[in-house]
């Protein structure tokens, strides 16, 4: 698998980790987990407008070009994160 290109490279995974909220680690575990935005808000009590821009802040924070790399970043770089 070629590497992501499509992070900022000064982003390391610890500095990604604690740039996120913990409202926004929730939804991204939800987002790999297949979850939709109106799934996800049903489940966190909150409106399905209101996880898309967590999802939108995350992208921006991770300088995340689209959902997919985000997806494909947490699964790669972030996986030690969920389980600690």
């Excluded at 979850?35 to 009590?45: D, H, P, R, S, V």
């Amino acid at each position: 698998m070629p590497p992501i290109q499509d992070f900022q490279p000064h982003i390391m995974p610890e500095q990604a980790w604690q740039l996120l909220s913990k409202r926004e680690r929730e939804i991204l575990y939800l987002i790999i987990n297949g979850y939709t935005n109106c799934e996800i808000a049903g489940m966190l009590f909150l409106s399905t407008r209101t996880t898309e821009t967590h999802r939108q802040n995350m992208l921006n924070k991770l300088g995340a070009r689209n959902t997919a790399v985000l997806v494909r970043y947490a699964t790669e770089k972030l996986y030690n994160y969920w389980i600690a």
